[in-house]
């Protein structure tokens, strides 16, 4: 009846711990780390319309020719440039497309004395017109671009007396011609950028009539111009892209 009894509880014992024993040699499954999370940067959204104001300095290349033949001479005439700008851009991406209009007051005066009389040339460049596209790639809060487009200019030509120095002939001339160059473009604050752009003008030669006799001279200009730019955009200036 003990040995039964002794029995009896040995097979209790054998059936509780036969599962757990079960349970430890069973093959354990292992469980992968979820894939972390991809969060998207946040990049300056550069889309929209913007005004805002430059300055900086620029320089005109003049080449005098005497009925458009015989040369005068050359000089540049270069000075101070202050005006505004607005234009709207369209972002997709890091891709960034735009148009803008300036228009520029300038103060570039040169002269040279004529190489075949007694005279001085004087070239007074007084405004300047911009009208370009642009083609930029933004780098976060910073917008690398390349501009191309149309230009005008209105200068006035003088002649002087070398040994008077009275005026003797004067024309004012307005001329149009090809604009290209690029700059750059960096988040100040919200809202607003600070900006440096290069231009350089390439203007058709142009037959230039003086009054008081003085006959016609062909002039060859080209215009350089470099300005820091403070702009507003307006609108929303954040934007998240991948």
């Known amino acids: 009846m003990k040995m039964s009894r002794i029995l009896s509880a040995s097979v209790i014992v054998v059936c509780i711990l036969r599962p757990a024993f079960g349970a430890d040699s069973a093959p354990r499954q292992i469980y992968k780390a979820l894939p972390p999370t991809e969060i998207a ?8 319309f913007y005004a805002g104001l430059n300055h900086g300095w620029g320089s005109s290349q003049n080449s005098w020719y005497l009925n458009g033949t015989t040369p005068e001479g050359s000089h540049d005439a270069s000075g101070g440039t202050l005006g505004a700008q607005i234009g ?12 803008e209009g300036r228009a520029n007051w300038s103060d570039f005066n040169g002269s ?6 007694n005279a001085k040339n004087q070239t007074a460049l007084s405004k300047v017109g911009l009208f370009t596209g ?8 910073a917008l690398l671009y390349a501009t191309a487009g149309a230009a005008v200019t209105s200068t006035s030509y003088k002649i002087y007396s070398d040994v008077t120095g009275q005026q003797l002939a004067t024309a004012d001339i307005v001329r149009w011609g090809l604009a290209v160059g690029g700059g750059i473009d960096v988040k100040l604050a919200t809202n607003w950028f600070l900006g440096l752009e290069y231009n350089h003008l390439f203007l058709p030669d142009n037959d230039v009539n003086f009054s008081n006799a003085f006959g016609t001279d062909r002039i060859h200009q080209g215009v350089d111009l470099v300005t820091a730019r403070l702009n507003y955009k307006f609108g929303d200036p954040m934007a998240a892209f991948k």
């Open 41 to 48: 940067a946040a990049y300056y959204d550069w889309s929209g």
């Open 88 to 99: 709207h851009r369209w972002q997709v991406g890091r891709t960034v497309f735009g148009v």
């Open 112 to 117: 040279n004395n004529s190489e075949w009389s």
């Open 134 to 141: 642009h083609l930029g790639y933004a780098f976060g809060e």
